[in-house]
């Protein structure tokens, strides 16, 4: 298998919505977005597959030199291998790479946030950083574009923390900050043991309403000159406000089962974009 078959296959195998606003890109950018995404999902899956934390922390270290020996002309993973040959035409910097490895790395060394500033810290590693990476590949033209980015990759990220609230209870996990915990009285035993309640309801009700703030607020920052150029991301935006709102119909069922959009219909949403130019 080539390196560009192993990424694609990556890709694919995740499932992930990301996948669907990849699909309308010309080819070259294609090509370099899902090399991207493929490293973004190897690292992740180093956190989220591997059950030793001293294990998974040596393999973090070793993605960290292997990307310091790519930039250095020396790639040796395929992903690598095929991530290296598009660094330069699309401005993407090993700095932001190790970024996404540090966002991972909060992972391993908790798993609590205090507060939402703290929470933001780890969304702009872990998602901010990818959509800074993504929209100068999508075609990025104006600076002010970053700022869209960046807050659009909050809301995805939270969006996918309101999703993923009972997978991550299993892994002893919480990413609702403590605070806000104690605001509504949930109490962290609750979430891991997966109790739903009406004070639960209400914390993600607040949950929900601060991502639909971010997607906003996101749109409100696209420069117009790029808003042809980011369909991808806005394809994104589209799909994953869509998940929240199905969230949110489902009154914050996400303790006990996993609420997700089909295949077709993360398709259409995406092609409604593409074609019409809507979310």
């Known amino acids: 298998m080539n390196p560009e078959q ?3 296959d990556k890709a694919a195998a995740s499932g992930s919505s990301f996948y669907y606003a990849f699909l309308f890109l010309p080819k070259p950018r294609r090509a370099a977005i899902t090399a991207f995404y493929a490293f973004c999902r190897e690292v992740d899956d180093v956190v989220d597959e591997v059950t030793d934390p001293g294990v998974a922390a040596t393999k973090l270290a070793w993605w960290r030199t292997e990307v310091a020996q790519s930039f250095a002309g020396t790639p040796r993973h395929p992903v690598m291998q095929a991530l290296m040959p598009h660094t330069a035409a699309y401005g993407i ?3 932001q790479l190790h970024e996404v490895i540090d966002g991972c790395q909060m992972d391993l060394d908790q798993t609590r946030y205090l507060d939402f500033p703290g929470l933001a810290r780890y969304c702009h590693l872990v998602a901010g950083v990818v959509g800074e990476v993504a929209a100068r590949i999508f075609g990025q033209t104006d600076p ?3 700022a869209y980015a960046h807050k659009l990759g909050l809301a995805l990220q939270l969006t996918n923390i309101l999703r993923d609230v009972g997978e ?3 892994r002893g996990r919480i990413y609702l900050p403590v605070n806000e915990l104690q605001k509504f009285d949930v109490k962290a035993h609750e979430i891991l043991n997966r109790v739903h309640s009406e004070r639960f309801v209400t914390l993600m009700k607040f949950q929900a309403a601060r991502a639909h703030v971010a997607y906003d607020e996101a749109l409100a920052l696209l420069p117009l000159a790029d808003r ?11 799909i994953y406000r869509t998940l929240l709102r199905e969230i949110e119909r489902d009154n914050f069922q996400v303790l006990n089962q996993r609420v997700s959009l089909t295949p077709v219909r993360k398709f259409w949403l995406a092609w409604k974009v593409q074609a019409l130019g809507r979310i």
Do not use: I
């Open 228 to 238: 042809r150029t980011q369909k991808p991301g806005l394809m994104m935006a589209s």
């Open 6 to 8: 192993y990424v694609q």
């Open 168 to 170: 991550d209870a299993l």
């Open 93 to 95: 910097e090993a700095r």
């Open 144 to 146: 002010k574009t970053t």
